[in-house]
C-alpha cells in the first residue's frame, strides 16, 4: 500500500523521507463503485405519444356548445372559439392566448370544463395547426390534452374558409 523510504546519506543531517502510495487499491474500488452505478440505475426509456384513432362507422354529432376549437398559429399563440366556426367570425368571438402553464390554453380548457360541468368528458376539442406552427406546438397542445384530462380531441387541417379568414 504505503511504503516510506528513508535515505540516508553519511552525514548527520536529518534522513529524508520518500513517500510512495500504491493507487491501484483506490482505482479498483473507483471501478466497482462506476460498475456498481451502471447496473443499479434505471435506464430511461424513450416515451412515445398514444394515438387513438376513431373507429370506422357514421359521423357523430356534436353540440356546437360542448366544442372548442384550437388553431395553432406562430410564435407559441393559440386563436380559439367556442361554439360554430360562423358564430365566432361574424361575432367576433375570436380570441387568443399561449401555452402558459397558468393563464394559457390549460386555464381555457378548465375553465370550458367547468362550464360544462358534470358533461364535462363530453368536451370536444378541435386542434387546427396553421402553417406557421411548429411541430413543439402541437406536442404542447396534445399535452394540455392529456394534462386537463381531455377525453374527446382530434387534429384537423384547416378548411377553406379559415385559410382565407387566416390570410387577411
Do not use: C
Not at 10 to 30: C, E, Q, R
Not at 75 to 101: C, L, P
Not at 152 to 164: C, F, M, R, T, V
Amino acid at each position: 500500500m504505503a511504503q516510506i523510504q528513508l535515505n540516508q546519506t553519511g552525514s548527520k543531517t536529518k534522513p529524508t523521507h520518500n513517500l510512495k502510495i500504491d493507487m491501484t487499491p483506490m482505482v479498483d474500488l473507483g471501478f466497482l463503485l462506476i460498475t456498481f452505478f451502471i447496473f443499479t440505475s434505471a435506464i430511461s426509456e424513450s416515451k412515445g405519444l398514444n394515438l387513438y384513432m376513431p373507429k370506422d362507422g357514421p359521423n357523430t354529432n356534436q353540440p356546437a356548445s360542448k366544442a372548442l376549437t384550437l388553431f395553432l398559429k406562430s410564435d407559441d399563440q393559440i386563436e380559439y372559439y367556442s361554439g360554430r366556426w360562423q358564430d365566432a367570425v361574424d361575432g367576433s368571438k375570436m380570441s387568443t392566448t399561449n401555452y402558459h402553464q397558468q393563464y394559457g390554453i390549460g386555464k381555457i380548457i378548465r375553465e370550458k370544463q367547468r362550464l360544462l360541468g358534470s358533461l364535462k368528458d363530453e368536451l370536444m376539442i378541435l386542434i387546427k395547426p396553421t402553417n406557421e406552427s411548429t411541430y413543439n406546438n402541437l406536442i404542447d397542445a396534445l399535452d394540455e390534452m392529456t394534462i386537463n384530462g381531455v377525453k374527446k380531441y382530434a387534429i384537423l387541417d384547416l378548411s377553406a374558409e379559415e385559410k382565407a379568414f387566416f390570410k387577411q
